[in-house]
């Protein structure tokens, strides 16, 4: 069955980095976009960006332009977000999510990775 | 990109049928057949309910159901039961990007 499997929660400091990776499994993992969705806690859910597994493409919300780099290794069906300078604002938890199309609607989610941002 | 808006809050009793609306514009909901539903329960991730406007994903309910006019899409649950209660939100593909509504929380009374 289709699983995406993400790392565990993280603790950083205002100004650091994060990286949460998403591992995919059963299904074949260049077929399939990843996008990284945030929520932070109470409220909605944030689009940030989506990667092509199969050229290592990127597009990324306006918003996170310059603070986000999205990669992947296809060697072991592994997505990574990366976000840099870090602030309180910036936590909640990230999900990321599969796309058959770039268009495509999200239909696998991983169970989310909740990133505390704190001094 | 602006978030596409979403009523709070709606609310029914057992069996009867609720709306949810999301107002976007032209160059996301009303640009393109790409709108999607996604239903989450409190603590879990989100899950598809509806996809392209009005198609559903196998194993999702009958109940559940989409539409678009315009520049507003619409999600209805009809034969509304205990297990809808939970928060809904619209997304739109708005050429390369994505945008999701404000959320909409269900409560079954």
């Known amino acids: 069955q289709v699983q995406l499997v993400q790392s565990g929660a993280e603790v950083k400091k205002p100004g650091a980095s994060v990286k949460v990776s998403c591992k995919s499994s059963?299904?074949?993992?260049?077929?399939?976009?990843i996008h990284w969705v945030r929520q932070a806690p109470g409220q909605g859910l944030e689009w940030m960006g989506l990667?092509?597994?199969?050229?290592?493409?990127?597009i990324y919300a306006q918003k996170f332009q310059g603070r986000v780099t999205m990669t992947r290794d296809t060697s072991t069906s592994a997505v990574y977000m990366d976000l840099s300078s870090l602030r309180s604002e910036d936590t909640a938890m990230y999900y990321c999510?599969?796309?058959?199309?770039?268009?495509?609607?999200?239909?696998?989610w991983g169970q989310g990775t909740l990133v505390t941002v704190s001094s | 990109q602006s978030a596409l808006t979403q009523p709070r809050s709606v609310s029914g009793s057992p069996g009867q049928s609720v709306t949810i609306s999301c107002t976007g514009t032209?160059?996301?909901?009303?640009?393109?057949?790409?709108v999607s539903w996604y239903q989450q329960h409190p603590g879990k991730a989100p899950k598809l309910m509806i996809y392209?406007?009005?198609k559903r994903p196998s194993g999702v309910p009958d109940r559940f159901s989409g539409s678009k006019s315009v520049n507003t899409a619409s999600l209805t649950i009809s034969g509304l039961q205990a297990e809808d209660e939970a928060d809904y939100y619209c997304?739109?593909?708005?050429?390369?990007?994505?945008?999701f509504g404000t959320g909409t929380k269900v409560t079954v009374l």
């Open positions: 999510a599969r796309a058959r199309a770039w268009f495509g609607e999200l239909d696998s």
């Open positions: 059963g299904y074949t993992f260049i077929s399939y976009y």
């Open positions: 990667i092509n597994p199969s050229g290592g493409s990127t």
């Open positions: 032209s160059s996301d909901v009303g640009g393109y057949n790409y």
């Open positions: 392209e406007v009005s």
């Open positions: 997304c739109s593909y708005a050429g390369s990007v994505y945008v």
